[in-house]
């Protein structure tokens, strides 16, 4: 299978091909399309130009709307088409990305409402001959960057609101599985934007990413992603002087309170840490139980993890599957492996399994006596859960908060002014009492620290991808005085 590229509105080869691999076998799958710098510097220019014709300039916001709702629907009908090719390209579970690509329409959708509603206001001016009011306008070119992770989601979180703002976009798929961005262009095609509107693109650093983020002609840059990159790309924007938002990784605690409901906690235990096999920035990665339950609530928690059906991704019965990449796989054991030199206990997993393909066990360690172990300092963008243990509120805030990462955090206790003295104390973005990884277009998405800065999700994301013109209107009919008149 061969992919291509989209850009000003035609599918086109890259400049070269590189494989993709199945990370499931461990085979090339497909050929996916290599952008260099000239295809980069097309695409910038063919969404620029969109910006000022009327075929996008032109249209009401309400038929941006409109355009946003066809997408949705094609969205949701191509749902288990993209998710087949997300399973293939990256890995993840058949199940998740069939659940998660339908839902992903829900965000196109929400912002299609919102396009018509992003209002002016009035300023009432202490001048007595004027009126000053307020519109709002698209800031211009995104270059919206995504990893292989979740990327439609992640996609749509930054190009639904750019163009319910009115802007236009180049899209960086990541290099790591970047199929299902570039099956995507199809349905942005089919929808009927006009050309340039919407650029679909992958390739690899100095040639694609670093140029599409420097690019004179960019306004904003929306990137999700690890810190490192991060860091080039606020260097790159040096030269363009574009707005950045980013969503970066984290360390996410997961509180347990002696008075918590033990197998719920579980169960979101599981699911935070080993959905997705563990590669996920919210991932629940630090277990932080009350110390009086540790042996009670990690006895349960071993025990289901154990029962973790491990198969092939493309199998609907399949929990759990395998990484991304080989090169995760190694940064994973090495870490594990660090970690119970600095005195971890190993629970269960800690290996890669003897099967085709990119697999490693569900892994628990213990590092209740090993606080400055590997793993619970790193973000591994695995199945690797790290155990420590609190005995008062106090410590439990101590220990949440002591990383440079602030994305999000889940508490689970029955008591509610505990609660809400958690939610008030913990510092992230997100915190989820008695839940774990739930999202709603409506409710804002990001962190702080290492984790980024900015919010995808909710209204106020469409109003990062607009500026203010302030305008001014003199309602006088006298003739303005000569200023070089002295009276």
């Known amino acids: 299978m061969t992919f291509q590229l989209y850009i000003n509105g035609q599918f086109e080869d890259g400049a070269a091909t590189f494989d993709s691999i199945n990370p499931a076998t461990g085979q090339v799958w497909a050929k996916m399309p290599e952008a260099r710098t000239d295809q980069v510097n097309r695409a910038v220019d063919a969404a620029d130009q969109a910006l000022q014709k009327p075929e996008w300039a032109g249209l009401t916001a309400s038929q941006r709307g409109k355009l946003l709702y066809k997408l949705a629907d094609l969205v949701e009908q191509a749902a288990l088409r993209l998710a087949e090719i997300e399973t293939s390209d990256t890995g993840k579970i058949i199940r998740e990305t069939s659940s998660q690509i339908a839902y992903v329409a829900e965000y196109y959708r929400y912002y299609a409402g919102i396009a018509d509603k992003l209002e002016g206001s009035f300023i009432p001016v202490d001048k007595q001959d004027m009126q000053v009011w307020l519109v709002r306008e698209p800031v211009g070119v995104v270059a919206a960057i995504v990893p292989w992770n979740s990327q439609l989601f992640l996609s749509a979180v930054k190009v639904g609101p750019a163009l319910a703002a009115g802007c236009t976009v180049v899209l960086k798929a990541s290099e790591e599985g970047p199929g299902p961005l570039l099956e995507f262009a199809r349905l942005v095609h089919e929808a009927g934007f006009p050309a340039g509107v919407v650029n679909v693109i992958t390739g690899f650093g100095p040639e694609c990413g670093a140029v599409l983020s420097s690019h004179a002609k960019v306004a904003h840059v929306a990137f999700t992603g690890g810190p490192d990159t991060a860091r080039h790309i606020v260097r790159n924007s040096a030269d363009n002087l574009a707005n950045v938002s980013l969503e970066l990784g984290g360390k996410s605690p997961f ?54 059906h491990i198969g092939l991704p493309s199998e609907m019965a399949t929990e759990y599957g395998p990484l991304c990449t080989l090169r995760q796989r190694e940064k994973i054991e090495q870490v594990v492996a660090s970690s119970i030199e600095q005195g971890a206990k190993l629970l269960t997993g800690g290996k890669a399994l003897d099967r085709e393909g990119y697999y490693y066990a569900p892994t628990i360690l213990d590092c209740s006596d090993a606080s400055q172990a590997d793993s619970i300092k790193t973000e591994l963008f695995g199945p690797v859960l790290s155990v420590d243990t609190f005995q008062t509120e106090q410590e439990a805030v101590f220990k949440a908060n002591n990383t440079p990462y602030s994305l999000a955090a889940g508490i689970f206790t029955n008591n509610l002014t505990r609660a809400h003295r958690m939610t008030k104390a913990i510092k992230s973005g997100i915190v989820w009492l008695n839940t774990y990884r739930a999202v709603s277009p409506l409710a804002p998405f990001g962190g702080h620290g290492l984790s980024g800065y900015g919010r995808e999700g909710g209204f106020s994301a469409v109003l990062d991808y607009t500026i203010t013109k302030t305008v001014w209107l003199r309602t006088s009919d006298e003739p303005i005085e000569d200023p070089f008149v002295m009276r």
């Open 255 to 308: 509180v347990v309170f002696a008075d918590a409901d033990l197998q719920s906690a579980v169960n979101a235990q599981v699911a935070a840490i080993f959905a997705a096999s563990g590669q996920s920035c919210v991932a629940g990665s630090r277990l932080l139980v009350e110390e009086s339950i540790k042996d009670q609530f990690v006895q349960k928690l071993v025990e289901r993890v154990q029962s973790i």
